[in-house]
């Protein structure tokens, strides 16, 4: 029968012995947790060697696959079993044990050859089920489905299998024996992008343990990976010697959950600042299982000139506190750069965090405007669109770069030129390029036969903004003028009627990024006296808001040109929101809490997306804009969750941005930025983007034909951005967030606090800090116009200015 089962469990074996299904036997929704070779034939994809549990070992120079081989599978009841291999006297099997609420996974390599063997490489495949199923059944993409989040690094790497509806149980593993020295992915997908049909791409990762690794498998990153790169060496294994790895699989209710179990199996546990600011406070709380022992705590921080990684030993920073058995730290850090924290334990073991201290980010910000009007404005038209900025895209993801500049000068003294170039490339390009004679009730199909409906989301936005800019800095219409604009251009977006394609119609009723700016473009609309606008908006807006109520049981809003998608469900929490659905927005929020990763290492706690990088990635401007979602449904919900989720995913966002960061293959200038970073290493499909930041010009020779043709004149690396900043500034930018864990302590989750007598200071790293919010207790302090507040108190109840700038300077 090849099935183990437990009163918890229930593993079945293909006749290979690659696992087939792993189930849990409470789930209400019977979700298989591994890839399912029948959904492989389903689908037409070949790839049976990636099942769970078949492996690739690179030995003596030579390179093994288990498929090749015929296995010896042992059985022992229903409980345990061996599945073994034999490639001339290298020998590997893979035990599983089920144990009374949990399965141990055991991997061991012997060497029978009598003579040394070395090993550049094994590697085993850990197909969990991270599908994208190829029809528009959201349910079952939300149930049978799971995003999976890798803590990598030392002795202690476990991986959490999120299903994606945030529905428990989730599915817990925990590397108990042996270390993990990478977690590779490798992307199955079929590209439908030009077809009339939404969604537009299907796929599943098949994921990958290296359990050696000696850095082949990704050359560019490897070099210059100091986080890892001491997990990529061979192995040589002597005659007779073993080798081995075991993992523990649980079920978890939670993310608290997950830690818990995993504290349970012998693994410290961390809370900590991912990432600060120069001047700010890292943050540490460390416990230790029963029986382990501190024995060192090293800081390891490299430069942002990239010179030698510096060491320092901070175990004296680490004080115990007996009561609650727990290690506390506070770092002030006032240098930028990557930082790698390592818990040596006196058994020898040990654990790591990495997390990052940017520059200012109002300093970030500066630098990318000045980049953006003096690196990619092309007044011209040299590229072929005079006004435009570069590199050129007909998506409307691309007029990020104006939203930006418009949105961060209208938060300071402004640049009149950064200003002026926006206004030209919003007339002069965009309104031309976009609609046939810049009439806006005819969009020009700049897709073939179709125009994208969710073009006209970012359209409207830099209208809009532009409405916002002080009249005297326009040059060529009135705030008056631009507002009507945006008016126009968004009630087309809403208004089926005004589309001839049957894909346009359906597409009017998904939501987008115009939930950024609709409730204050209605409220400006009617405050300047354009009530017919006004009206006209306003109706259609209820009306989609209707649309979606009638939808939200089956999770509609969760489809855009993707079977499921982010870009869906975290826009479409935020509208449900804002037209009063509080119960139904909940359901589409738990979607973005189990989207939205945690990690030992800040660059993975990011929104989940696979289809740029082909892997688990970094997508700046939906990273931005899902951690924008998860903002706003903690100021609608209450619970410090979505505030958590939303900050650290924001945070791992600025990797794109960050020029200081060293360990990628692609280091940036200050101002620079790429769209996209590849979470996952190695990238088995593009290696070279393993860790590393790209664009989509990557794809202009990828072997993809489609890819190859889409992106074919793509230039740069900077493609869709700039949206995600606009959102950054209308939450963590300019406000400030206090919250109490769940022990009831005061934290801040953009910023750093310090008790001071009876009071708490707080220290902000918002950008332009100009509100402090302590949601469960009522408070807010508001600066005045034109000032930001560095820093506040909190005494006795009340939050009161203790350090305030009353003009914000380039």
Not at 105 to 124: A, K, Q, S, Y
Not at 519 to 542: F, I, N, P, V, Y
Request: some cysteine.
């Amino acid at each position: 029968m090849n099935i183990l089962s437990n009163p918890r469990f229930e593993l079945a074996f293909t006749e290979r012995g690659a696992v087939k299904s792993l189930f849990m036997k409470d789930d209400p929704n019977a979700m298989n947790w591994v890839v399912d070779p029948a959904y492989l034939a389903e689908v037409g994809y070949d790839d049976k060697d990636k099942l769970f549990g078949e492996w690739t070992a690179v030995v003596n120079g030579r390179t093994v696959n288990s498929f090749d081989l015929i296995p010896t599978i042992v059985q022992d009841n229903d409980h345990s079993a061996v599945i073994s291999f034999d490639a001339d006297g290298f020998t590997i099997s893979l035990t599983y044990w089920l144990e009374e609420e949990q399965i141990r996974w055991g991997i061991e390599g012997i060497n029978r050859t009598g003579e040394p063997l070395r090993i550049d490489g094994f590697h085993v495949w850990f197909s969990l089920a991270y599908v994208m199923f190829r029809d528009d059944d959201v349910l079952r993409n939300i149930r049978q489905s799971c995003a999976v989040f890798a803590h990598m690094g030392g002795d202690f790497s476990k991986f959490a299998a999120i299903r994606r509806s945030n529905e428990a149980p989730h599915l817990g593993i925990y590397g108990i024996k042996g270390r993990t020295a990478a977690f590779g992915s490798f992307c199955r997908y079929e590209n439908r992008f030009l077809e009339q049909v939404s969604p537009s791409l299907d796929g599943l990762l098949f994921h990958r343990l290296s359990l050696i690794e000696d850095g082949s498998s990704m050359p560019e990153s490897a070099a210059v990976d100091w986080i890892y790169r001491d997990a990529y060496h061979p192995l040589i294994l002597e005659a007779g010697q073993r080798m081995q790895w075991e993992y523990v699989f649980a079920t978890c209710d939670d993310q608290e959950d997950f830690y818990q179990r995993a504290l349970e199996h012998g693994h410290p546990r961390w809370t900590y600042t991912p990432v600060l600011t120069s001047g700010g406070l890292f943050q540490a709380e460390l416990e230790l299982p029963s029986g382990q022992q501190l024995q060192q705590v090293r800081l390891l921080t490299s430069p942002p000139d990239g010179g030698a990684v510096q060491e320092q030993d901070v175990t004296a920073y680490f004080v115990e506190d007996q009561q609650r058995r727990l290690f506390k730290s506070a770092l002030q850090r006032t240098e930028p750069g990557e930082h790698k924290l390592e818990l040596l334990l006196k058994d020898g073991r040990k654990d790591i965090l990495v997390w990052n201290v940017l520059v200012p980010i109002d300093r970030i910000l500066e630098k990318r405007a000045e980049w953006l009007c003096r690196n990619n404005y092309d007044a011209e038209g040299k590229m072929g669109r005079p006004h435009a900025f570069l590199p050129l895209s007909n998506q409307g993801e691309s007029l990020g770069k104006l939203t930006f500049l418009l949105m961060k000068n209208s938060l300071t003294t402004p640049v009149s030129e950064q200003v002026e170039k926006a206004e030209a490339s919003a007339v002069f390009d965009m309104k031309r390029h976009w609609f046939e004679h810049g009439n806006f009730l005819k969009p020009r199909a700049l897709y073939g036969s179709f125009y994208r409906i969710f073009d006209l989301d970012y359209i409207a936005h830099v209208f809009y903004l532009l409405s916002r800019i002080e009249a005297p800095l326009l040059k060529l219409n009135t705030p008056q003028t631009y507002l009507q604009w945006a008016a126009e251009v968004l009630s087309v977006r809403l208004n089926p009627d005004c589309h001839q394609g049957q894909r346009e119609k359906d597409e009017t009723g998904l939501s987008g990024v115009f939930i950024l700016y609709i409730d204050d473009l209605l409220k400006d609309l009617s405050a300047a006296g354009l009530l017919e606008w006004h009206q006209r908006l306003t109706r259609l807006w209820k009306e989609f808001g209707e649309g979606l109520e009638r939808k939200s049981e089956p999770f509609a809003g969760a489809i855009t040109e993707h079977f499921y998608d982010n870009a869906g469900f975290g826009p479409t929490c935020e509208t449900l929101l804002s037209v009063g659905l509080t119960e139904e927005a909940e359901r589409y929020g738990q979607l973005i809490l189990a989207n939205i990763g945690f990690s030992n290492d800040y660059r993975a706690q990011n929104p989940d997306r696979w289809w740029e990088a082909l892997s688990y990635m970094i997508h700046s401007l939906w990273g931005g804009l899902v951690a924008a979602s998860s903002r706003v449904a903690y100021e609608h919900l209450g619970n410090p969750q979505y505030l958590e989720a939303a900050y650290r995913s924001t945070m791992a966002v600025f990797n794109c941005y960050d020029w200081n960061v060293t360990s990628t293959p692609r280091r940036l200038e200050p101002g620079e930025a790429a769209s996209t970073y590849s979470v996952a290493a190695p990238n088995l499909n593009m290696p070279s983007l393993s860790h590393d930041r790209f664009g989509q010009s990557v794809f202009r020779d990828a072997s993809d034909p489609l890819f190859a043709s889409l992106f074919s004149n793509a230039t740069g690396d900077d493609w869709d951005m700039g949206e995600e900043l606009v959102a950054y500034l209308l939450g963590f930018g300019t406000t400030t967030y206090l919250y109490r864990d769940p022990q009831g302590k005061l934290r801040c989750v953009n910023g750093y606090v310090v008790r001071d007598g009876d009071s708490w200071i707080i220290t902000s790293y918002a950008a332009y800090p100009m509100k402090y919010v302590v949601l469960e207790e009522g408070l807010v302090l508001q600066a005045n116009k034109g000032e930001v507040l560095r820093r506040a108190r909190l005494w006795e109840g009340k939050l009161s200015v203790l350090e305030a700038v009353h003009e914000v300077e380039q």
